[in-house]
């Protein structure tokens, strides 16, 4: 993820009651400081626990304080688009409405610049290209004036952006089928069976649409993969579908700022680094036992088996230039790594001698790997047009970090988006993964000449897997499984069952410094009851801005699944559906619904449409 170049306009417009909070947290910030050094001189440790959780509750609110300073409305942008519409109309002789919602919703004032750009391209070219002009309306039997929506909400820590018109728009088939004749689809097995808005994805294919009279509508969407590669500077994602004769609707997430983000802290060696969640898929750890099973080597590199999908690995060591380094179980001290590659398991047939090694480096038979310190951790990231394992030595916990740029000394190094500080002190980098993918000379998810090898039926496979969705998978009680959107969940926290109080008929846990709301899935569908046990995992959520746990018991795991939805038999309130996913029926979760039954108090705010 990469910041944004500074704008010239630098003025922020703050309200006089948010400098009046901050100026209250401060107070409160220094009360908390002459508390802290009153414990540590009196080595009072229940006052020095007690001073701890106020200090942090106050930093908590004043980092709230400080973004909400950041916050500007989309109301300027839209107004701005709003203008910009009226001249095109004018100068084409076409007739367009404009309709606005969500102009209260609030941005970062980085992320609202940055995104200006490809939401006015996107509007020309909506108003140029993929409006009718209104003789051919009338032919088409289409209202004289043409519509466009602009739609914005904030939710789930997130702001949904949309961009509905009613133009020519484009045929998905036509479109896959010029991708197909120009190479830039390899071959076409296996398309056929994905639905239209799956195939809408190939749209942001580069050069697809350089023969622009090739197929109608397509003057509308060329260059709309640069427009995607802007908004994912900014953590942004976007999505298009469009049919032809009927319009295109466009829909854009987008994260609330780029100056505090939710990452994973991952190390190699004794250095740590942040991979940002937005970019960050699922966890993997192969026992040692499994890796030489599971790696395989396809045209010369080491690739997973995923869910059927074969998933590219690289090493981040070998990337950055770190040595790499293993703890012996035998010592407890670190030693250098001298397996060379993922695959090396220094047996006969898995590695490269060393002439300078004397010791007995390698067995017939018998494969080393098989300590708990030698199984591999990955994390799998995707952005853009890559998807890929990244090989690391640790998986850490995930941490909110502040975005810091790296300094001018640092510009020069590839593969890292800016810094932050941790909790100790220390400086940990910041992965960009867009630009570690093409370190590794990785090829683009379409067309990857690397998998040439793999057979027909798996390439099909491949371009199907490409479209999974993500969720995370967890039990209520052992006959009932359910699932929810992974890029919904927050975090997950493994708590002690007597950590969870009861107050005022709630049920809540103390939880870093403040109090963390729970619920049971039963208190807002026909489901069994959670069973009384000694552990609990608590699946955190931000709702409307506010987090709230929702109580299960493992095992959890999380899953990419292609989901055909029954939304009849088992629906209810809270429910979306059902869907046999690996074998077993699950129910998939509304959240949202969930939420608002138990704890209306949630949803004072009401959200736009879209």
């Known amino acids: 993820m990469q910041t944004p170049n500074a704008s010239t306009n630098t003025n922020v417009s ?10 209250n947290l401060a107070g409160e910030l220094v009360l908390g400081r002459n508390q802290l050094l009153q414990a540590i001189g009196s080595d009072d440790k229940r006052l020095l626990e007690t001073t701890s959780q106020r200090i942090d509750m106050v930093t908590s609110e004043i980092q709230e304080q400080i973004m909400r300073t950041r916050m500007q409305s989309m109301g300027t942008l839209f107004d701005k688009i709003s203008h910009i519409i009226e001249e095109l109309a004018r100068q084409s002789g076409k007739q367009v409405g404009l309709s606005t919602t969500g102009k209260a919703v ?5 992320i609202l610049e940055a995104i200006g750009h490809p939401l006015i391209w996107m509007i020309r070219k909506a108003v140029n290209h993929g409006i009718e002009s209104p003789d051919i309306r009338n032919k088409l039997k289409k209202p004289e004036q043409a519509s466009i929506e602009l739609n914005a909400c904030s939710e789930a820590g997130q702001v949904n952006l949309e961009i509905i018109d009613d133009g020519k728009g484009i045929d998905p088939d036509t479109m896959v089928a ?6 830039l689809i390899s071959e076409k097995e296996g398309l056929d069976a994905i639905t239209e808005p799956e195939k809408m994805r190939f749209v942001f294919l580069p050069g697809l649409f350089a023969d622009q009279n090739a ?8 260059g709309i993969h640069e427009i995607k590669a ?3 500077k900014v953590g942004g994602t976007i999505d298009i579908n469009s049919t032809l004769g009927h319009g295109t609707h466009v829909r854009i997430k987008l994260p609330l700022t780029l100056s505090i983000i939710p990452s994973q802290i991952v190390k190699l060696g004794e250095e740590r680094f942040a991979v940002p969640q937005v970019n960050l898929s ?4 192969i026992p040692a036992n499994q890796v030489k099973n599971t790696i395989e080597k396809v045209g010369g590199a080491s690739v997973i088996r995923l869910r059927g999908e074969l998933l590219p690995l690289i090493d981040l060591a070998g990337v950055l230039g770190v040595a790499r380094s293993f703890i012996h179980p035998q010592d407890g001290l670190r030693h250098p790594e001298r397996r060379r590659t993922i695959l090396d398991r220094r047996s006969k047939d898995h590695s490269t001698p060393e002439p300078d090694y004397g010791g007995r480096e390698r067995r017939l038979d018998q494969d080393r790997r098989y300590h708990a310190e030698s199984a591999l951790n990955i994390a799998v990231v995707s952005t853009g047009k890559y998807k890929y394992g990244l090989v690391v030595d640790t998986l850490n916990d995930a941490e909110e970090i502040v975005v810091k740029p790296l300094g001018k000394h640092l510009k020069e190094c590839r593969g890292f988006a800016g810094a932050t500080i941790m909790g100790d002190g220390k400086v940990a980098l910041i992965l960009d993964v867009a630009r570690i993918g093409e370190i590794s000379n990785l090829k683009t998810e379409h067309n990857n000449k690397q998998f040439e090898t793999i057979s027909g039926s798996q390439k099909a496979q491949g371009v199907e897997n490409a479209f999974l969705q993500s969720y995370l998978f967890f039990c209520n009680s052992e006959m ?5 959107p992974l890029e919904m969940v927050e975090r997950i926290e493994k708590i002690e069952a007597t950590r969870i109080e009861t107050v005022g008929g709630n049920r809540v846990l103390k939880y870093r410094g403040g109090t963390l709301p729970l619920i049971a899935l039963e208190d807002a569908i026909r489901v069994a009851p959670i069973p009384e046990r000694n552990h609990y995992q608590v699946i955190c959520f931000k709702i409307n801005g506010r987090e709230i746990g929702v109580l299960s018991t493992p ?11 029954d939304t009849k038999t088992l629906k209810q309130p809270g429910v979306m559906g059902s869907a046999v996913l690996m074998d077993k029926t699950t129910l998939i979760l509304d959240i949202r619904q969930i939420v608002k039954t138990v704890k209306p108090d949630f949803f004072n705010e009401v959200c736009g449409n879209g």
């Not at 609030?106 to 980085?110: F, G």
């Not at 699922?282 to 750890?285: G, K």
């Open 480 to 484: 009932e499984r359910f699932a929810v």
């Open 282 to 285: 699922e966890l993997l750890r």
């Open 178 to 183: 010029h991708a197909v004749e120009t190479g």
């Open 14 to 23: 703050i309200q006089i009651s948010s400098l009046e909070a901050l100026m």
């Open 555 to 565: 095992p959890i795991d999380a899953a990419q699944v292609k989901l055909t939805l």
């Open 215 to 222: 197929m109608d509508g397509s003057s509308q969407f060329a």
């Open 230 to 232: 802007c908004l994912e």
């Open 106 to 110: 609030e941005l970062d004032k980085t």
